[in-house]
């Protein structure tokens, strides 16, 4: 069965970067566009942008340009989100899924803490 | 940005009640390519969001065809057809016509 399996909870200090990874299984990765949301605490969710998994073309929301990154290891089946010099507001459950919003992974609690 | 509101942020049902959600949207979401991309999702206690609906109407893989969507333009519903104890959870619309791509604010389904 198709599934997107995320890396498990990372407690982070401001400052430093983190790296989620989404691994794919069930389907041809290439297939299907992935898409990266966040989700603070008891909060709705918001559309971080998508990677083109068959071009690696890149789209951001306009509140994750600078210091989010999209990446892909095709050979993996995995999509990465990368974030660089953390701040207390990027606490947050981090979720990729498929474009389509049909496949969703586990989702990624990322704790930032001094 | 689109800004999708949901009414209502609450609501109270009973079990084999019937119960509908509203999204309207601050701007058209038909597409050029004349699809409307407005979904509806699920996200039940510590889980992450479910698929429900597609393209306003369309109902997603495995879900029980007591939940419909329906609606065009700015105006959208999700209807569930008699709540069982399952559905309980936060109910998102999310719009994927423009860019950036966003969602309500969402309607907590609970139990009376």
């Known amino acids: 069965q198709i599934q997107l399996v995320q890396s498990g909870p990372e407690v982070k200090k401001p400052g430093e970067s983190v790296k989620i990874s989404c691994k794919a299984s069930?389907?041809?990765?290439?297939?299907?566009?992935m898409q990266w949301l966040k989700q603070a605490q008891g909060k709705s969710l918001k559309w971080m942008g998508w990677i083109n998994t068959n071009t690696g073309k890149t789209t951001y929301a306009a509140d994750f340009t600078g210091r989010f990154v999209f990446s892909l290891e095709t050979s993996a089946s995995t999509a990465y989100l990368q974030i660089t010099n953390l701040k207390n507001e990027d606490m947050a459950t981090y979720f990729c899924?498929?474009?389509?919003?049909?496949?969703w992974g586990q989702g990624t609690l990322v704790t930032v803490s001094s | 940005d689109v800004v999708l509101t949901q009414t209502p942020s609450i609501l109270s049902a009973t079990i084999g009640q019937s119960v509908s959600i509203s999204c309207r949207s601050s701007?058209?979401?038909?597409?050029?390519?004349?699809?409307?991309?407005l979904y509806w999702f699920l996200q039940r206690p510590g889980q992450s969001p479910q698929r429900l609906i597609y393209l306003v109407s369309n109902l997603g893989s495995g879900v029980p065809n007591r939940f419909s969507g329906s609606g065009s333009g700015t105006d959208f519903t999700l209807k569930i057809s008699g709540v069982e104890a399952e559905d309980l959870g936060v109910y998102y619309c999310?719009?994927?016509?423009?860019?950036?791509?966003?969602f309500g604010g969402g309607t907590k389904l609970e139990l009376k």
């Open positions: 999310m719009q994927a016509t423009h860019a950036p791509w966003t």
């Open positions: 701007q058209s979401l038909l597409d050029s390519d004349g699809n409307t991309y």
């Open positions: 069930g389907y041809t990765f290439t297939q299907a566009g």
């Open positions: 899924a498929s474009t389509t919003g049909a496949y």
